[in-house]
């Protein structure tokens, strides 16, 4: 009995030292999947970047800035204590990568975000790994490590400093800045 329990409790240890990763720590998958079919589901169709000239120094293409167009678009949300790129924001890094792929002299800074609650160093860590995973996504879409750059802000660049839900909210994110902006 002793020996049952010896071992059942250096089992217990072990498993408890694994280095599995949790989900937070996971990427951000590209391809959804119904969880009850396992077919694909349907997303949004993002429309094409249409290529302008090569991106050099700064010179960024009009689409850029254009308010009807998804490259418009900056700030990706993500949920309470999380880094996983929500399945609505997805349309958004696609059209991104897109236009990284196209323009392989542009660069971007994608910066991470967090709310005001946990420590200052919490915040910081979460804001990295939230601009990692946008990161990630972007690459396994064809974007090229060396154009696009994670930082993490931490709680040090709220758009909202009111201590509600809806203001927090506003304050969990990943900004995309492109070189030259």
Known sequence: ???FLMIALISGVLAACSSEPTKEQ???PVVDKDRGSG???VRPEVKPVVPTDDVKGGDLGPELRDPNNILSKRSIFFDYDSNIVKDEFK????AHARYLQQ?????MRVEGNADDRGSREYNLALGQRRADAVKQMMQLLGAKAEQVE???FGEEKPKCSQA???????NR???IAYQGE
């Open 91 to 94: 349309p958004i890094v696609t």
């Open 150 to 152: 994670s930082v993490s």
């Open 173 to 175: 994110r990943g900004d």
């Open 1 to 3: 009995m002793k020996k």
């Open 164 to 170: 509600e839900e809806s203001c927090w909210a506003q």
């Open 103 to 107: 323009h392989p002299n542009a660069k």
């Open 39 to 41: 077919q694909e589901v």
């Open 26 to 28: 996971e990427g951000a």
